[in-house]
């Protein structure tokens, strides 16, 4: 797999120069929940610009997760900090952070599929670490184990989760530099990381192509 050119991030991300198209298309239903977790996870009806900046991110192989010595939360704010690009970083956790390649890639969706949304019934597996639970082996399913943190597993609660199934594409026109724009096509087309909206399984096929340089 060849390298990826982030040369890009040490331009201006101000100086766009060029224009193209953002072809998003869903290859399974797709739950994007943005609220607070509870007994609903409610989806979006078109994706947020913030998980569509992850899911670029990902095809650039920049997610690295925040468990190891912060390595990919420090790259990130380097990276940043070189491009000069507003963004701020303001703590360890994901949310807390806006996404680096935004500045490179201004987005406006032009077109938006139909859509239908369904509910699905799903278990959450919480943890909970408490005496009761240690003692009680009723309120434990069969992976109610000690995890590394020293904390115990503990049944599972229903909850619903509303998916949301289109019928073809959301297209955006891209506003981006010609160097930022090269290194996104060659991205999409050998992504480093699953293309994805909402959850992990909630998998999309993406292309960009010019319409000017």
Do not use: C
């Not at 607070?36 to 997610?63: C, D, S, W």
């Not at 949304?117 to 069969?142: E, F, G, M, P």
């Not at 020293?150 to 949301?164: L, M």
Request: no cysteine.
């Amino acid at each position: 797999m060849p390298d990826i050119d982030l040369s890009f991030l040490l331009e201006d991300p101000l100086g766009a120069d060029a224009t193209g198209t953002l072809t998003v298309e869903p290859l399974v239903p797709l739950s994007m929940n943005t609220s607070v977790p509870g007994k609903h996870f409610q989806t979006e009806t078109t994706p947020p610009k913030r998980q569509l900046y992850g899911m670029i991110e990902n095809a650039f192989g920049l997610h690295f997760g925040w468990d190891k010595g912060a390595f990919g939360y420090k790259l990130k704010q380097t990276l940043a900090d070189e491009a000069e690009a507003d963004v701020s970083i303001s703590g360890r956790r994901s949310r807390d952070y806006q996404p680096l390649l935004a500045p490179y890639y201004e987005l406006e969706l032009t077109e938006a599929p139909g859509t239908e949304t369904y509910d699905d019934t799903q278990w959450l597996h919480k943890w909970r670490d408490t005496a009761r639970i240690r003692a009680s082996a009723s309120n434990q399913d069969w992976r109610g184990v000690q995890d590394e943190a020293g904390n115990y597993g503990y049944g599972k609660t229903p909850v619903k989760r509303e998916y949301v199934v289109t019928d073809g594409p959301w297209v955006y026109d891209v506003d981006t530099t010609k160097a930022a724009g090269n290194a996104l096509r060659a991205a999409l087309k050998a992504p480093r990381g699953p293309l994805y909206l909402g959850t992990s399984d909630g998998w999309v096929d993406v292309h960009f192509h010019f319409t000017s340089e």
